[in-house]
């Protein structure tokens, strides 16, 4: 994988990336982390690269272009360009396992109050900030997450179950650990530990990860009782829930709503993020997934019609609909298209509402979806 990472200091970014195991996965060619001095892309003769704000105010900006000439000069096609800044999305482990799956990626260090606005518009693809902390530049939040990313990437960590483990254990902290001497300041190592038994020394680390848990990070804590729940209960339909339980057992999905009987688990496949809805209804035909909330629902249906809540049936998010090689017919383009229309405008959840099979089997064909299952797509 390549990290490219665009800043006024590259040193900032090669002293830290040079030690530990960034270091070593580099040596190994693991990873490449490129890191690219915006100042040579300047076409100022004294390779200025701020000036003074419009409308005034403290402090300098970077201008757009030497920005945009680094960015164009050095990240390949599609790679995702992620700017850093305490105004992004917070970042999270699931970004970093998003960022790794790409085979590249471009950080974007702003200095001084920042970057022109317009050139963030052109090249910015995600927004990320590591705190609601302000730091002096961005490039300390790089590295947070180049270092993040990195250890995700295969052969990294030189063990790749310690990376795979953690997200079996989503939302509980880890365990406390202990190495030798057995007893230190009068403390012994718990005898659990020292037992040798997997069926005495898991149950214990559960434990206590649980007890971290509720007591550093309550917000957590809430989150694992609710999983734990959900699981239990989709656990108890196995069968019919298999697809959703395999993956959520692999970390491969998460479950983002959980009430009586209703279920929404988001599962992360390689291109798109998919939602399943389990209900306690199985019917096919039934229209029993009232799961999400505040969402623009779109029908052929005037019946269906509705904000707020989805009547599920098929769930579009973001995600804009693929043409087929052949148009099927007139309806299901300007249907399309009207989606498409939508979902370019709209953040929102863009729901779907069909009953009528015809219509549905189409989008079934276009989307790729199994025809006995409620699914929601999102990008
Ligand atoms: N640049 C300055 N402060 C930052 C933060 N908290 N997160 C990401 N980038 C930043």
């Not at 509980?172 to 030798?180: A, D, N, V, W």
């Not at 206590?208 to 917000?219: F, G, V």
């Given at each position: 994988?390549?990290?490219?990472?665009?800043?006024?200091?590259?040193?900032?970014?090669?002293?830290?990336?040079?030690?530990?195991?960034?270091?070593?996965?580099?040596?190994?060619?693991?990873?490449?982390?490129?890191?690219?001095?915006?100042?040579?892309?300047?076409?100022?003769?004294?390779?200025?690269?701020?000036?003074?704000?419009?409308?005034?105010?403290?402090?300098?900006?970077?201008?757009?272009?030497?920005?945009?000439?680094?960015?164009?000069?050095?990240?390949?096609?599609?790679?995702?360009?992620?700017?850093?800044?305490?105004?992004?999305?917070?970042?999270?482990?699931?970004?970093?396992?998003?960022?790794?799956?790409?085979?590249?990626?471009?950080?974007?260090?702003?200095?001084y109050e920042g970057i022109d606005e317009r050139v963030l518009e052109e090249i910015v693809t995600d927004y990320v900030s590591i705190g609601d902390y302000v730091l002096t530049g961005g490039e300390l939040a790089a590295m947070v997450i180049t270092d993040a990313?990195?250890?995700?990437?295969?052969?990294?960590?030189?063990?790749?179950?310690?990376?795979?483990?953690?997200?079996?254990?989503?939302?509980?902290?880890?365990?406390?650990?202990?190495?030798?001497?057995?007893?230190?300041?009068?403390?012994?190592?718990?005898?659990?530990?020292?037992?040798?038994?997997?069926?005495?020394?898991?149950?214990?680390?559960?434990?206590?990860?649980?007890?971290?848990?509720?007591?550093?990070?309550?917000?957590?804590?809430?989150?694992?009782?609710?999983?734990?729940?959900?699981?239990?209960?989709?656990?108890?339909?196995?069968?019919?829930?298999?697809?959703?339980?395999?993956?959520?057992?692999?970390?491969?999905?998460?479950?983002?709503?959980?009430?009586?009987?209703?279920?929404?688990?988001?599962?992360?496949?390689?291109?798109?993020?998919?939602?399943?809805?389990?209900?306690?209804?199985?019917?096919?035909?039934?229209?029993?997934?009232?799961?999400?909330?505040?969402?623009?629902?779109?029908?052929?249906?005037?019946?269906?019609?509705?904000?707020?809540?989805?009547?599920?049936?098929?769930?579009?998010?973001?995600?804009?609909?693929?043409?087929?090689?052949?148009?099927?017919?007139?309806?299901?383009?300007?249907?399309?298209?009207?989606?498409?229309?939508?979902?370019?405008?709209?953040?929102?959840?863009?729901?779907?509402?069909?009953?009528?099979?015809?219509?549905?089997?189409?989008?079934?064909?276009?989307?790729?979806?199994?025809?006995?299952?409620?699914?929601?797509?999102?990008?």
């Amino acid at each position: 994988m390549k990290i490219n990472v665009l800043t006024l200091f590259p040193e900032m970014i090669e002293n830290i990336a040079k030690e530990s195991i960034l270091g070593k996965a580099i040596e190994n060619g693991h990873i490449i982390i490129n890191a690219v001095n915006i100042r040579e892309f300047s076409n100022n003769k004294h390779n200025r690269v701020d000036d003074y704000t419009y409308g005034g105010g403290a402090g300098m900006l970077m201008m757009a272009e030497p920005v945009y000439e680094c960015y164009k000069t050095v990240a390949g096609s599609g790679s995702r360009c992620i700017y850093v800044t305490p105004q992004g999305h917070p970042f999270s482990q699931k970004m970093a396992m998003d960022f790794a799956k790409e085979e590249e990626i471009t950080i974007l260090c702003g200095h001084y109050e920042g970057i022109d606005e317009r050139v963030l518009e052109e090249i910015v693809t995600d927004y990320v900030s590591i705190g609601d902390y302000v730091l002096t530049g961005g490039e300390l939040a790089a590295m947070v997450i180049t270092d993040a990313v990195a250890r995700l990437v295969p052969e990294v960590l030189g063990n790749d179950d310690s990376a795979e483990i953690e997200s079996f254990h989503r939302n509980l902290l880890e365990y406390p650990q202990y190495t030798r001497p057995e007893v230190w300041h009068d403390k012994a190592v718990p005898d659990e530990l020292l037992s040798g038994n997997p069926k005495i020394i898991n149950p214990w680390r559960l434990e206590k990860s649980i007890e971290r848990t509720k007591e550093r990070r309550p917000d957590l804590y809430e989150k694992y009782l609710v999983d734990t729940k959900a699981i239990d209960w989709l656990k108890s339909f196995k069968r019919e829930f298999i697809f959703a339980l395999e993956p959520l057992r692999r970390g491969e999905a998460e479950i983002i709503h959980f009430e009586d009987g209703k279920i929404l688990v988001l599962k992360d496949l390689n291109e798109n993020k998919v939602y399943e809805v389990c209900t306690e209804s199985k019917k096919p035909d039934g229209i029993d997934a009232k799961l999400i909330k505040n969402c623009t629902i779109y029908s052929t249906d005037e019946k269906f019609k509705d904000e707020g809540n989805a009547f599920v049936q098929y769930v579009y998010t973001e995600k804009l609909m693929k043409k087929p090689e052949k148009e099927t017919s007139k309806k299901a383009f300007l249907q399309r298209e009207k989606m498409n229309q939508a979902l370019e405008k709209e953040e929102t959840f863009f729901v779907l509402v069909n009953d009528n099979d015809e219509e549905e089997k189409l989008f079934q064909e276009q989307m790729g979806l199994y025809p006995s299952r409620r699914l929601v797509y999102i990008k």
